[in-house]
């Protein structure tokens, strides 16, 4: 149902919420976190052409995690979107890549 680069980010995100937010609800600012912490998945590369760096993206994603509360697992809105990115791609035949949730992160009215 998904790449093995959504699965790896899916890691690294879950990693992230623990250590660097210290929370184990994944949302979307976990995955974007992910997504430009593996150059090779193919949402790195879409948000490095628009010039969203890793380093830039701490300066914002820290601090605002700092405080963060929340359940276990992915939260609601993150789910929600992931779902909508499979059901994009199984249109296409394809598997969910990190470009099918990124895309959906983007079109959303909320993240997180």
């Not at 959504?6 to 690294?12: D, G, L, P, S, V």
């Not at 914002?60 to 929600?80: C, D, H, M, S, W």
């Not at 249109?91 to 993240?111: D, M, R, S």
Request: aromatic share 10%.
């Amino acid at each position: 149902m998904a790449t093995e680069n959504y699965r790896k980010a899916f890691e690294i995100a879950t990693t992230s919420a623990a250590e660097v937010t210290e929370t184990v609800f994944i949302g979307s600012e976990h995955l974007l976190y992910a997504f430009l912490s593996l150059p090779e998945c193919e949402a790195y590369k879409i948000l490095a052409e628009a010039g969203v760096t890793l380093e830039a993206y701490n300066k914002v994603f820290i601090p605002a995690t700092l405080n963060a509360k929340g359940g276990k697992g992915v939260t609601p809105n993150t789910e929600r979107m992931y779902n909508k990115a499979v059901e994009a791609a199984q249109k296409e035949g394809l598997p969910a890549t990190t470009a099918h949730v990124l895309y959906e992160f983007l079109a959303a009215n909320c993240c997180a």
